[in-house]
């Protein structure tokens, strides 16, 4: 398994914009696709974004569409969330996952994910 460390959550403000970041301690990274997934208290997990290994595909979940966008440095074994025109409906604990398959991770059924890094939107 992918140990995957994520960073760059907070507390901001609606309309705010803020940079997630997943460091993965994998040296074949770039065998990974990858992934981001939310979870708000009482709610159940929810798809965000994932990119394939070599960034030639995305998917989006419905709700962050044309507002989040999910990259990856290969070179630097990291990935990204550029989160804009936040909403405090996107408060949630995100956690970035990694698969060999994007399909496995976008039906959320990975093999590896991290800790998380929580959001906090206020209105």
């Known amino acids: 398994q992918v140990q995957l460390v994520e960073s760059g959550g907070g507390l901001v403000q609606a309309g705010d914009s803020l940079r997630l970041s997943c460091a993965a301690s994998?040296?074949?990274?770039?065998?990974?696709?990858m992934g981001w997934f939310c979870q708000a208290p009482g709610k159940e997990r929810e798809f965000v974004a994932a990119?394939?290994?070599?960034?030639?595909?995305?998917s989006y979940g419905d709700f962050v569409k044309g507002r989040f966008t999910i990259s990856r440095a290969n070179g630097e074994n990291t990935e990204y969330l550029q989160m804009n025109s936040l909403k405090p409906e996107d408060t949630a604990v995100y956690h970035c996952?990694?698969?060999?398959?994007?399909?496995?991770?976008?039906?959320?059924?990975?093999?590896?994910w991290g800790q998380g890094t929580q959001v906090t939107v206020s209105s």
């Open positions: 996952a990694a698969d060999i398959s994007i399909s496995k991770i976008i039906a959320g059924n990975f093999g590896s």
């Open positions: 994998e040296r074949t990274f770039s065998n990974y696709a």
């Open positions: 990119i394939t290994w070599n960034g030639d595909r995305t």
